[in-house]
T-cell receptor
């Protein structure tokens, strides 16, 4: 079973920041938080991952709370092409564990 | 394009037929994963390989399913005697891992959509 909880859906106005929350209250010390998104009928796309420090790349920023029990994915300037299902996944650092997807958050970016 | 590729993208078959899908991972990636995704659900893990060795299989992988990665490069997933319940998107992903604490993200292919009539 997925170890994360996400809202089923969210809306965001085009050009505004999209803030997608994720709860992972049972996360262990060696587990990372990964974010993927899936645009309709395509394979999941890797966005970002982190352990305990905030992370930023060209796609998004990941903010992880100090107790690591929750995180927020931030898309700074959402566009219509960011409409997708966003998955927050907790995964160990052994490299042996497959990804366990929940149902994710369906983000709709509105013009 | 140096991403993960899958072939075919779509497959329609009749119940009882055998089907085979192919996945070509990113060239330097030593791990290859297969997932299945049904409508409205997130992808579910099926199996994965480290080089040519199949290291883990999910309970979802019934006896009718077999996967191979003979030379540690491309992989095939075969479903024998297909059933309507096998209709799904079959996703392949690859990653590079050089041991505990040193693994990188999995990158997914576009998937093969199977429809069993």
């Amino acid at each position: 079973d997925a170890k994360t909880t996400q809202p089923p859906s969210m809306d965001c106005a085009e050009g505004r920041a999209a803030n997608l929350p994720c709860n992972h209250s049972t996360i262990s010390g060696n587990e990372y938080v990964y974010w993927y998104r899936q645009i309709h009928s395509q394979g999941p796309q890797y966005i970002i991952h982190g352990l305990k420090n905030n992370e930023t790349n060209e796609m998004a920023s990941l903010i992880i709370t100090e107790d690591r029990k929750s995180s927020t994915l931030i898309l700074p300037h959402a566009t219509l092409r960011d409409t997708a299902v966003y998955y927050c996944i907790v995964r160990g650092d052994t490299g042996n564990t497959p990804l366990v997807f929940g149902k994710g958050t369906r983000l709709s970016v509105i013009a | 394009d140096t991403g993960v590729s899958q072939d075919p993208r779509h497959k329609i078959t009749k119940r009882g037929q055998n089907v085979t899908f192919r996945c070509d991972p990113i060239s330097e990636h030593n791990r290859l994963y297969w997932y299945r995704q049904t409508l409205g659900q997130g992808p579910e893990f099926l199996t994965y390989f480290q080089n040519e060795a199949q290291l883990e299989k999910s309970r979802l992988l019934s006896d009718r399913f077999s996967a191979e990665r003979p030379k540690g490069s491309f992989s095939t997933l075969e479903i024998q005697r297909t059933e309507q319940g096998d209709s799904a998107m079959y996703l392949c992903a690859s990653s590079f891992s050089w041991g505990q604490g040193h693994n990188l993200a999995q990158f997914f292919g576009p998937g093969t959509r199977l429809t069993v009539l």
